[in-house]
C-alpha cells in the first residue's frame, strides 16, 4: 500500500448515468474501510476549479446506491480546458490535502482528467459512467444495462398502443455515434427494424422490409432508430417518407430522450459501480495513475486512460446478424 497516498478526491462529470451513485458509495466506503480520507468533489471540474469540497465519511452515502443521478452533481467546465483553470484545480485540491482522485464518467472526462496528470504528476483513476456504453477497453460502463432496461420497458409499452390502432411507430433512443442502446434494446423488444450510426439502410430499404413485414402478416411494427442514425436527416424526415411511401400504415414517433437517463440503477450496475469503486481506491492505493476501472468478461481489469479514450466501441456484428434473424 502507497503511503503517499492519504485523501482521496471522487467527482462525477459529464452526462448523469445511473449506478454513478453507488460507485461514489463504494469509493467513499472502501476509503473508510482501509482509513484515507475522502473529499467529495461538487460539480465535476467546475467544483474542483472553486473548491466546492466536502469530507465525506461512511455515513455520509447512505441510502444513494439505489438512486438515479449523482449526488455530486455535474457540470460543463470551459474553464478547465485551460492550464490556467486546470492550475486553479490543483491549488484547490492541494490546500485541502486531496493527493488523487476517481473520475466517474466518459470520455470527455477521462480526456479532462489525462491532461491533468500529464500537467501536475496528480494520480487520476477512472471508473466509466456512461449509458453509451461507448468506451473502449470494457464490455460495460455503468449506466447502460439500465438504460437499455429503461428503453425496453418503454418500447414494450408504445407496443400496446401501436397494435391497438395498426400503427407503425418510430422510437428514437440515444446514441450519437454508437448505436448500441439501439441494437441491444431493438433486440430485446422485438423491433422490426433498428437503425444505428454504424448501419446505414437506406430509406427505400428501410421501405421494403416495413412491407414485407405487412405482408407477413405484422398488425404494427416499432422501428428503434439511434439519434446518430444516417438513414434520414432525422426521425421525422423517417416518419414523413414512409408516410408518403407506405400510406397504409399510420405513423407515429416517439423521441423517449433524457428518461433513458434517469430512474433506479440495476442490480447489475449497483454491483459493477461497487466493484469498480473497491478496485478504484485499491489501484491508487497501490501507487496506479492514469488508467480506468473496466469489466471484461467477469473480471476487472486496469486500462490506460490513454487507450480507453482512443476511439468508439464497434457494435458486436454477431448480435447484429441475430436481429437480422429477428426481424424476419
Avoid: W
Wanted: hydrophobic share 40%; charged share 25%; with cysteine.
Amino acid at each position: 500500500m502507497s503511503k503517499s497516498v492519504k485523501n482521496i478526491g471522487v467527482l462525477t462529470s459529464g452526462g448523469d448515468a445511473p449506478g454513478m451513485n453507488a460507485a461514489i458509495r463504494s469509493v467513499v466506503r472502501t476509503c473508510a474501510y482501509l482509513n484515507i480520507k475522502c473529499t467529495a468533489i461538487y460539480r465535476g471540474y467546475q467544483g474542483m476549479i472553486e473548491g466546492d469540497f466536502k469530507a465525506f465519511n461512511a455515513r455520509s452515502v447512505n441510502n444513494i446506491i439505489n438512486k438515479g443521478g449523482t449526488i455530486l452533481q455535474s457540470a460543463r467546465s470551459e474553464e478547465f480546458r485551460s492550464l490556467e483553470g486546470r492550475k486553479k484545480a490543483y491549488e484547490q485540491l492541494t490546500k485541502v490535502g486531496v493527493d488523487a482522485i476517481v473520475v466517474i464518467g466518459g470520455n470527455g472526462s477521462f480526456t479532462g482528467a489525462l491532461k491533468f496528470n500529464e500537467e501536475f504528476d496528480f494520480p487520476v483513476m477512472g471508473i466509466p459512467g456512461t449509458i453509451d456504453n461507448d468506451i473502449l477497453g470494457t464490455s460495460f460502463t455503468l449506466g447502460f444495462d439500465t438504460a437499455i432496461n429503461t428503453v425496453v420497458d418503454a418500447i414494450d409499452k408504445i407496443r400496446d398502443t401501436a397494435s391497438s390502432h395498426n400503427r407503425l411507430f418510430f422510437v428514437e433512443v440515444m446514441g450519437r455515434d454508437v448505436g448500441l442502446i439501439a441494437l441491444n434494446a431493438g433486440v430485446g423488444a422485438g423491433a422490426e427494424e433498428i437503425l444505428i450510426p454504424e448501419q446505414n439502410l437506406g430509406l427505400e430499404r428501410l421501405v421494403e422490409s416495413l412491407k414485407r413485414s405487412k405482408n407477413s402478416g405484422k398488425s404494427s411494427s416499432i422501428v428503434i432508430v439511434a439519434e446518430g442514425d444516417k438513414t434520414g436527416n432525422n426521425v421525422f424526415e423517417l416518419k414523413d417518407y414512409v408516410e408518403k411511401n407506405l400510406p397504409i400504415y399510420d405513423v407515429r414517433v416517439s423521441v423517449l430522450g433524457h428518461m433513458q437517463r434517469g430512474g433506479n440503477p440495476t442490480c447489475f450496475d449497483r454491483v459493477l459501480a461497487s466493484r469498480m469503486g473497491v478496485k478504484a481506491v485499491e489501484s491508487l492505493l497501490e501507487g496506479r495513475s492514469t488508467e480506468m476501472i473496466g469489466i471484461r468478461d467477469t473480471s476487472l481489469v486496469l486500462v490506460p486512460i490513454a487507450d480507453a479514450i482512443s476511439g468508439l466501441t464497434q457494435v458486436d456484428q454477431e448480435l447484429i446478424r441475430v436481429s437480422d434473424i429477428m426481424t424476419t
